[in-house]
């Protein structure tokens, strides 16, 4: 399917336990974001990347791990999750080209750390 | 700190009127505006891109106004319909860093048959 997809769209996991969620684009789409959504906080990223190989981090990083090996995929790694990390995760692409600057977001994943 | 604020309560109007939602910006001086929709259980979705140079842009129903030294976005939905019910998000970015955006709460707008 052509778009921005993620995996899983929801998940219930411990705490302690390592997570990944996964996002894939089909545009080849230059930057990439992972945000989180939480109420009373709106959107806050986590981290994006500027093309393969390249990632920094956004404004809340600490407990994640990214890596973009490829231009298509962006995988979220939560190392040891802990509750505060119970949120709702949306990846995001942007074309540098495009004039308008804007976001193509995926459909979300519900993460449940418990 | 840089501060986005929108509508802090939801917006109740009547199917035909005009709606209309603020996004107020401190300690920031961003080069464009976005405004985005975003429906329950799903990503945002961009809608209008207005510039620092541009006072007003206008898509269909939709209309935005950016004042930089108020440093405030109106955004304007005419003729309103029960579908525009939805959260509204602005997002000021900065051209030179790297895209990043800064997001506002978002504003929920109910529109009423």
């Known amino acids: 399917d052509a778009g921005i997809t993620q995996s899983p769209r929801y998940k219930i996991t411990e705490t302690g336990r390592q997570v990944t969620l996964m996002c894939h684009q089909t545009?080849?789409?230059?930057?990439m974001f992972w945000y989180r959504q939480d109420l009373g906080h709106g959107l806050r990223l986590i981290y994006y990347s500027a093309a393969a190989d390249i990632t920094d981090k956004g404004e809340v990083p600490d407990g994640y791990v990214v890596s973009r090996s490829k231009t298509e995929n962006f995988p979220l790694t939560l190392e040891s999750a802990t509750r505060s990390q119970t949120s709702v995760y949306f990846c995001a692409s942007l074309n540098i080209r495009q004039v308008t600057y804007e976001q193509y977001f995926g459909p979300g994943t519900r993460l449940t750390v418990t | 700190s840089q501060k986005i604020e929108q509508n802090s309560e939801a917006l109740n109007i009547q199917e035909g009127k005009t709606a209309t939602l603020t996004c107020n910006y401190t300690?920031?001086?961003?080069?464009?505006l976005q405004w985005y929709r975003q429906d329950p259980g799903r990503g945002p979705v961009f809608l209008l891109l207005i510039r620092e140079n541009e006072k007003e842009k206008r898509k269909e129903r939709l209309k935005v106004t950016f004042d930089t030294t108020l440093k405030q976005s109106l955004f304007h939905i005419t003729a309103s319909q029960p579908a525009d019910s939805a959260t509204y998000l602005c997002a000021p970015g900065e051209t030179g860093n790297n895209r990043k955006l800064i997001w506002g709460l978002g504003t929920s707008l109910a529109v009423n048959p």
């Open positions: 300690n920031y001086s961003p080069a464009y």
């Open positions: 545009w080849s789409h230059s930057y």
